[in-house]
């Protein structure tokens, strides 16, 4: 499975977009990308995740750049409550087995 | 609809004794996790279930047995506690196993203390 990089922390003003960035330069061609977020002592939350494409819902929008070695969770509107670690994973598809590997995260701290 | 839910939320145990980690989900998934989190770390992976009547090891299964007693229900099972287990138990599911619907949704967590 890939290895994701991301910066430990970052702080972002309430109202403003929070741009949160994930290293992953070993994905290989059937890996996705996927993003949780875990609110202190509560279970963790899918966010969304991408292939190749840039994908949007209602919560954020999933930045992957051509090459797919980087990509960036966007929260375009960030409020108190996504206080939150940030987990960026990426696991390959298919029917040979699924572990979620979760690393450190990064802490993001959204300030009023 | 509840999602997952996990029994109990807090539990406390002395060093040697047993006890069982319930899990259900009520979205029909066919998949199902169980991982561990201690403090500052990310999850870890205990034992998975693809698939009612399937179970296998995750990344840290030493310690624990687990029993998917239906499609619903997946637990986890502490024979002798240690000192080493105190952690935050969180059981997941999944639609299927692989593919494009194995989106992970997680429970609230059990908080276990072992002295």
């Known amino acids: 499975d890939a290895k994701t990089t991301q910066p430990p922390s970052m702080d972002c003003a309430e109202g403003r977009a929070a741009n949160l960035p994930c290293n992953h330069s070993?994905?290989?061609?059937?890996?996705?990308v996927y993003w949780y977020r875990q609110i202190h002592s509560q279970g963790p939350q899918y966010i969304i995740h991408?292939?190749?494409n840039n994908e949007t819902n209602e919560m954020a929008s999933l930045i992957i750049t051509e090459d797919r070695k980087s990509s960036t969770l966007i929260l375009p509107h960030a409020t108190l409550r996504d206080t939150a670690v940030y987990y960026c994973i990426v696991r390959p598809r298919g029917t040979g087995g699924f572990k979620t590997i979760f690393g450190a995260g990064t802490r993001l701290f959204v300030k009023a | 609809n509840a999602g997952v839910t996990q029994t109990p939320k807090f539990q406390v145990l002395k060093t040697g004794q047993s006890m069982t980690l319930q899990c259900a989900q009520d979205m029909n998934h066919n998949s199902m996790y169980w991982y561990r989190q201690d403090p500052g770390m990310g999850l870890r992976l205990i034992y998975y279930s693809a698939s009612e009547g399937t179970t296998d090891k995750g990344e840290v299964p030493n310690g624990y047995n687990v029993s998917r007693l239906n499609k619903r229900e997946f637990s986890l099972r502490l024979e002798s506690a240690a000192p080493s287990q105190t952690s935050v138990y969180f059981c997941?599911?999944?639609?299927?196993?692989?593919?494009?619907?194995?989106?992970?949704?997680f429970g609230p967590g059990t908080r276990l203390t072992v002295l």
């Open positions: 997941a599911s999944s639609e299927t196993w692989g593919g494009v619907s194995d989106t992970q949704y």
């Open positions: 991408g292939l190749k």
């Open positions: 070993t994905i290989s061609g059937n890996e996705y």
